[in-house]
């Protein structure tokens, strides 16, 4: 009887899709967003509906076939992409090549999934359904792999076929009437290892048992099943050690079953579909406190992979994250987003994990059209014939010093006489830089939450356009003055030579001395109101190289 | 101390601007003088060298007879020797001081 109504209860009981702030758990949750919309086709709202009207069939029916599914897809792709095979140079044939092969799968799933309505069965009954077509789905992979082994066979590739073959052979058993038939499903995960369905010592009825056991619903929390399965989920849950730069807040297995509720394993084991594959650059995620912009700037750097060359990453990276920003206008969303990055997994490790934040007051400049546009391109930096070449928006929300950069590439372009046409790109990308500096410079004992804490952000994108003005009003007067200068090319590039080789040495009273000696030499006075204003900026302002540097960009373009 | 400079800088350019004033209306002296003399000053900053600098100053002030001007050098005097940082900010701000007022004067 108390089961009955426990049951009753769970049904009554509505699973939200919902972040929690801890990086960890809101992937997993992530990652089976990204399953299922990748595998049906289903967009976050639709995948909400689903879950209020019919979890049971979300669970034990279209999330296991897809899970496996995405995995069956993921082993056909490293037989595909391996370098010990490399059918991707072998194989000519279209409906054999890899995209055309894990299309055909999707739609396997999409059609074993729709053919019947499963509406009146029990968890049970639907989960035998669904057992059956995870078998269906094995089964033409298996057929795919045999596809291949034939084609190899044809084009007399023995030494290859024979190895593919062979790994055949561990899943499949082959009739004589060629019919396949599973004897294990050829899953494989790096990141679980053996965990669970993993492990590859388990025969296919054993891997059905263990994937009942992830879908099953879990009563609340019940001590004696909690300690069982805390054994089981620490194994792979990442410890604070391993990841040495990642903060998140401590987990254990009491936390993660409460924040799950039924289905703890399910979304436990969807960690690894958050992240995107960048071959041999590593995986990536990205991951901000709010679920629907997470979700969106994932989907379209997964997107965005796919029509872009490799090594790209991070420029594709803030390019999603930018054009989403942008489209969304999430601007409360902008305090904490991080990009999680990890290089590879061996037995369990997760190597070289980066973590990549960036900061509310870059963010809200980004979101200026203007200053996003200027920073939006690449400058080359290298110095001679050799082309190094950096993208300054990424430069920029990573936290580097545009200043030094835009120097380098000025002084650069100067030495090679080149003329530049970008010149009002780079100053704007100086405004951003001075704003993000100046704001840096709090006076001391500044305390944190008072009045001006939320007023501050917005005057970041005035700081910059004071910036333009102050700028834009010196040099004017300036190439005034010296207007005649500008007759002689040379004349000109060895003052901005000179110039430029005191700043970079940031000897102000150098500067200020070949400037003013240059302008005194011509008839045409500084007006009082310029002369103080540019007093102003070289003895009172702490960042007085920026506007120096603008000023001298300013100048070389006539 | 420090707190002490910055209140004798703020008098001194405030009655720097007096003597800009005196400069600016006055016909005698001419462009090209100025001129002369901001390089003479400028080398005189750059070189940390203060004894030419007062010594080119007072030459130059030294041909008008105002109050303003007295006051000026008193007010310039009480603060020599300076720091070099603080040099360069005084020796600047007089320098930029005559650029600015440089062809009001007669030729």
């Known amino acids: 009887m108390t089961n009955i109504t426990y049951e009753a209860e769970l049904r009554m009981k509505v699973i939200e899709l919902r972040f929690s702030g801890n990086w960890y758990t809101d992937l997993c949750i ?22 209020r009207k019919e979890p049971h069939l979300i669970f034990a029916g279209y999330f296991p076939v897809a899970y496996i599914g995405w995995y069956l897809i993921k082993r056909l792709e490293r037989f595909y ?56 789905l094995a089964e033409a992979t298996g057929s795919i792999i045999l596809g291949w082994i034939n084609y190899l066979h044809k084009r007399k590739l023995e030494r290859i076929s024979k190895k593919l073959e062979n790994e055949f052979k561990k899943c499949y058993l082959l009739s004589a009437s060629n019919k396949i038939k599973v004897r294990k499903l050829p899953i ?40 069982k399965f805390d054994r089981t989920i620490n194994k792979f849950l990442v410890s604070e050690k391993e990841i040495p730069n990642v903060y998140y807040t401590p987990t254990n ?24 594959n960048f071959g041999p650059l590593g995986y990536y995620a990205f991951y901000s406190p709010d679920l629907e912009f997470t979700y969106y700037v994932n989907r379209r750097l997964s997107a965005l992979k796919r029509r872009a060359k490799k090594g790209d990453v991070l420029r594709l990276t803030w390019k999603a994250i930018i054009d989403s920003l942008y489209e969304k206008h999430a601007k409360w969303v902008l305090e904490d987003m991080y990009i999680i990055k990890y290089k590879s997994i061996t037995r ?119 910036y333009l003005r102050n700028l834009e009003m010196i040099s004017s007067i300036i190439k005034k003055i010296i207007s005649p200068l500008y007759e002689e090319s040379e004349a000109l590039r060895s003052l901005i ?22 302008l005194n030499k011509y008839p045409e006075p500084l007006t009082p109101k310029i002369s103080k204003k540019i007093y102003r900026i070289i003895f009172q302002d702490s960042y007085w190289y920026i506007y120096a540097l603008g000023l001298l960009i300013k100048l070389y373009r006539r | ?31 090209r003088y100025i001129e002369g003399l901001i390089y003479s000053l400028l080398s005189a900053v750059k070189a940390n060298d203060q004894n030419s600098f007062l010594n080119y100053l007072i030459t130059f002030l030294n041909t008008f007879n105002r109050e303003e ?16 940082e603080s040099f360069q900010k005084l020796g600047y701000l007089i320098i930029m001081g005559f650029m600015s007022i440089k062809v009001r004067g007669g030729e």
């Open chain 1, 30 to 51: 992530l990652g089976f967003i990204k399953l299922l919309n990748e595998i049906y086709g289903w967009e976050l709202q639709e995948i909400r509906e689903r879950l």
């Open chain 1, 81 to 136: 992409l391996s370098r010990d095979y490399r059918l991707y140079d072998i194989i000519e044939e279209n409906p054999l090549k890899l995209e055309n092969v894990k299309a055909r799968l999707i739609n396997k799933v999409y059609e074993l999934c729709l053919e019947d309505s499963q509406e009146n069965c029990n968890e049970r009954e639907v989960f035998e359904k669904t057992w059956q077509k995870i078998e269906k």
């Open chain 1, 188 to 227: 494989h995960s790096d990141f679980y290892h053996n965990f669970m369905l993993f492990n590859p010592s388990l025969n296919v009825e054993k891997q059905k048992e263990r994937l009942q056991k992830i879908v099953q619903r879990y009563p609340p929390l019940d001590e004696e099943i909690l300690r």
């Open chain 1, 253 to 276: 297995a009491e936390n993660i079953y409460k924040l799950f509720e039924q289905y703890p394993l399910v979304f436990l084991m969807c960690f690894e579909i958050a992240f995107e």
């Open chain 1, 348 to 466: 369990q490790r997760i190597i070289g994990v980066e973590y990549i934040g960036f900061d509310k007051a870059r963010a809200t400049l980004i979101l200026d059209d203007r200053i996003r546009e200027s920073l939006n391109w690449r400058i080359n930096i290298g110095e001679g014939e050799e082309s190094r070449t950096v993208w300054l928006i990424e430069r920029f929300l990573q936290g580097e010093d545009l200043y030094s950069i835009i120097l380098n590439y000025f002084s650069n372009q100067l030495s090679k006489r080149e003329e530049f046409l970008e010149a009002s790109k780079l100053i704007m990308a100086l405004a951003a830089e001075y704003s993000i500096r100046h704001r840096n410079k709090e006076p001391r004992g500044h305390r944190l939450f008072t009045s001006d804490f939320f007023v501050k952000i917005p005057t970041n994108i005035e700081i910059a356009y004071s």
């Open chain 1, 497 to 518: 030579t000179i110039l430029l080789e005191t700043l970079s040495k940031m000897d102000k009273n150098s500067f200020m001395h070949i400037l003013l000696s240059e």
């Open chain 2, 1 to 31: 101390m420090k707190g002490k400079t910055i209140k004798l800088f703020s008098e001194i350019k405030q009655s720097f601007n007096k003597v800009l004033n005196v400069i600016a209306t006055s016909e005698r002296v001419s462009t």
């Open chain 2, 69 to 84: 001007i007295s006051e000026f050098m008193r007010k310039l005097y009480n603060v020599f020797p300076l720091p070099e």
